[in-house]
């Protein structure tokens, strides 16, 4: 019975702390062209014919689902926050974007069945870190805002440098402004000094 | 927001290419990205014209409308929804424009190696109190076999782990 209750108590002893670890058991290595993703750059726009219609469909395939979409990010541990509202992804750029080496055997389906994973070798890519302001809230003014749109639909956007990092917000102008808000913030207390940079930055508009 | 570069290995899903596990990453690089370079493409993107004839069926204007009831926030409990709108908003254009979506021939420094390979777990060691008895740099890591009998103890090395061995025979 000892025996019995000691094996019981060292199983549980023993095993409540173990962790599985993800390994990647490579069997073949090749190489690409380009794999990653590179940095903002606005002159890709330079003498692209009809990049405007291109550039606002590719905006909007990935926008609705950017930040869900496991083939864009995935969730890392942030750098800079901490807490429940902070939020931290990695890109590491699409794997469907990726230029092959044109010089090397093309892989089908039928190759390496086994291997299920399809690893990126250090590539770069980019973390995006998101966080409520902090107080106090830095001035925002007209000019850090653009606002878009038409007579009866418009969507104002801020943006500001501050620091390292980018303090943001939109707004909705068609409805009343007591009922929109700072999107970068949902404390209370925040949202009704971040309201007032909203109502002036929304003076123009009107 | 807070943007920074990164080099890291990237494990794919080889049936539906979505990212399994980032490894290895780097040391972060602040980047020095400006509003000025998010609006040149918010310009662009949501550029209206309501002059313009059949406006109303533009990508622009089409897409104007949709973000613009994306943020239509009502309510204060709409406001988580309507920020991860802006993050979706600001995030965008980091993934979307750029050199290795539009121009991949022209961009340096990236990654230049691939690997087909077969996923599998390790089971790791726990941090338990009995697992972490040390002798020097080695861990003692008491097993006991329990076949019916008494317990003899072994000392088995592996690699830079002590296993005891307990086994009731």
Known sequence: MFFVILRIALSVLLLSDISFQSTYDEVYQFSVGNAGLSPLNTTIATNRFNFDSLATAQFWWFYSSILTDTQNVKSVQPLNCTGELCKSYFMPGMAAAILPDASEPPITAENFTNALSLIQHDAPGYQVEFSPIQLPIPTMTLSDCRLYGISYVAIQICLRNQGSSFIAGTLFPFLSFDSSMECLSVKSVDTKQLLEYHRLACGGFA | ?169
């Open chain 2, 1 to 169: 927001m807070t943007i920074s570069e990164r080099r890291a290995t990237t494990v794919f899903d080889r049936s539906n290419l979505t990212i399994m596990d980032i490894v290895d990453l780097t040391d972060p690089t602040p980047t020095n990205y400006g509003p000025e370079d998010f609006f040149f493409f918010y310009d662009i993107i949501f550029a209206t014209d309501q002059t313009q004839l059949n406006f109303s069926t533009t990508a622009q204007y089409l897409l104007l409308t949709t973000v613009a009831s994306f943020i239509d926030l009502t309510t204060l409990s709409d406001a988580q929804a309507t920020t991860t709108k802006l993050q979706q908003l600001l995030a965008t254009p980091i993934l979307v424009f750029n050199n290795a979506q539009w121009d991949p021939t022209t961009t340096t420094n990236m990654g230049k190696s691939m690997g087909l390979a077969i996923p599998s777990y390790r089971v790791r060691r726990g941090g338990s109190m009995l697992a972490n008895l040390g002798v020097g740099y080695r861990f003692i890591h008491p097993l006991f076999i329990h076949r019916g009998g008494f317990f003899v103890f072994r000392l088995v090395c592996r690699d830079f782990t002590i296993y005891l061995f307990c086994a009731h025979s």
